[in-house]
């Protein structure tokens, strides 16, 4: 397993377990033309969230610098795709950075998501979480989403609920890769969010779409 820093002792063990395509994720994606996920079970391990600093909504803008610095790296597969995932949290949010190698860019939308189980057992079932955007040139868009139903799901926002989540991605052409960064709230104390357990673990998947 690779290591990570973890200045103040917490870490976050983030164990990832999802469908290996996700096509059929939901309604949105059953109309993908490709997609792909992780899933811990590809690997066997968990990944574990460094701790560092925070960053500003500013910095989110679909192009993985500096900022990253004190993240945990893993690189994983998606599907076609190769993939590094940057992952770290500041005790109040946690941090994801998704550089997607898919070599070509797609003219028709590409996004990438997260989606925080809540260990009912049903994967993509009422009460889970997630947060998701499109590319769009590194933009600052909401990605708070929950499910309402297995495969439906709509932003908290458009629920009454509050957006604690936020995600910026953009086709970086010099390296043909996507790049997308999000940060949520750890723990929002809103029902349409799953809180993470720092001191143990979260089903988390990670995958990307493609149009
Ligand atoms: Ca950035
Ligand atoms: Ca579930
Ligand atoms: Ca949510």
Not at 38 to 53: F, V
Request: aromatic fraction near 12%; glycine fraction near 10%; charge should be negative.
């Amino acid at each position: 397993m690779m290591r990570t820093k973890h200045r103040a002792g917490l870490r976050a063990a983030i164990i990832v377990v999802a469908v290996g395509c996700l096509v059929g994720l939901h309604s949105a994606l059953a109309a993908a033309a490709a997609a792909g996920s992780y899933q811990a079970s590809d690997a066997g391990e968990p990944l574990i969230a460094a701790y560092g600093d925070g960053i500003g909504t500013q910095l989110l803008d679909g192009s993985v610098g500096a900022e990253w610095s004190d993240s945990a790296v893993y690189v994983v597969r998606m599907g076609d795709y190769e993939a590094e995932l940057r992952l770290k949290h500041d005790g109040v949010w946690f941090y994801v950075a998704m550089t997607i190698r898919s070599g070509e860019f797609f003219a028709a939308g590409f996004e990438a998501y997260v989606v925080f189980d809540n260990e009912d057992g049903q994967e993509y079932s009422r009460g889970d979480d997630m947060m998701s955007v499109s590319a769009a040139q590194g933009q600052l868009l909401d990605a708070d989403y929950y499910y309402r139903n297995t495969f439906d799901f709509v932003l908290d926002v458009q629920s009454a609920g509050a957006s604690h989540a936020v995600g910026a991605g953009a086709y970086d052409s010099a390296s043909r890769c996507y790049v997308f960064e999000f940060r949520r709230e750890i723990a929002s104390g809103d029902d349409r969010d799953v809180p993470m357990d720092l001191a143990g673990a979260s089903a988390t998947t990670y995958g990307w779409a493609s149009y």
